[in-house]
């Protein structure tokens, strides 16, 4: 089956640095990766639709300059948290799908990652 | 605000017993329906969805949907749980208009702990 990978797993960094976290497709091409963000007992928020060449569409109220998302090849989207701060700890999830845009084909999830901001 | 409701964040059951998870949504036009799985330590995975046709949708698992579309509702059921069935589970959405492209729209999920 589709597998999407994430690295880290974990990271814990010091308020004002920044994060990358990796997302991968192991085996398909990813036309569309997916960035959510997860609190503790709260469900997924959608922050920004990666395609593969192209700006990353934010969501409202996603600080683009703060989440800088690039998509670089059809198998791997990063996700930067710049000068992070401990609001940003949080536990962020991608997902990718082949085809357009995800609306006909299943995203399949990677494990996320677990960022804390000391 | 349109939204995805689930009616229960917490459900505890034994197993044989059935199943049922509410989920409504607010949006007014044609949706796309899906429900995720997440067991404990791993990532979501789909357990079924609906684009059209048939509202009584069958996935994995021996769990089913079914999408009323006068309620706005995709309710998911298994007739008898197993332990193994213990999971959060999430209904989402995608709205079928151009600014909501293949976004998913998550609800806030329902915990399941199934005992033995």
């Known amino acids: 089956g589709a597998v999407v990978s994430q690295h880290p797993s974990w990271v814990i960094c010091k308020s004002g640095t920044s994060v990358k976290i990796e997302c991968r497709s192991l085996d398909f091409q990813a036309t569309t990766m997916f960035w959510y963000r997860q609190f503790p007992k709260q469900s997924l928020m959608l922050m920004a639709t990666?395609?593969?060449?192209?700006?990353?569409?934010?969501e409202q109220g996603v600080e683009k300059d703060k989440f800088l998302i690039n998509h670089a090849s059809l198998t791997l989207s990063t996700l930067t948290v710049t000068s992070a701060h401990p609001e940003d700890s949080s536990f962020y999830i991608c997902?990718?799908?082949?085809?357009?845009?995800?609306?006909?084909?299943?995203?399949?999830f990677g494990p996320g990652t677990r960022l804390t901001v000391l | 605000a349109q939204s995805v409701s689930q009616h229960n964040h917490h459900v505890i059951l034994s197993e044989a017993a059935s199943l049922e998870l509410g989920c409504n949504y607010s949006y007014g036009g044609t949706v796309n329906l899906f429900w995720y799985v997440q067991y404990p330590g791993q990532h979501l995975q789909l357990l079924l969805k609906?684009?059209?046709?048939?509202?009584l949708v069958k996935g994995i698992k021996g769990f089913e949907a079914e999408f009323i579309k006068s309620k706005f509702s995709f309710n998911l059921r298994k007739p008898s749980v197993q332990w193994s069935d213990t999971a959060e589970y999430f209904c989402?959405?995608?709205?079928?208009?151009?600014?909501?492209?293949?976004?998913?729209?998550f609800g806030a999920g329902t915990q399941v702990v199934v005992t033995p």
């Open positions: 990666s395609n593969e060449g192209s700006k990353a569409t934010y």
């Open positions: 609906y684009f059209s046709g048939d509202p």
């Open positions: 997902s990718a799908t082949f085809g357009a845009s995800g609306i006909y084909n299943e995203q399949f």
């Open positions: 989402a959405v995608i709205r079928m208009t151009t600014d909501s492209w293949g976004k998913l729209q």
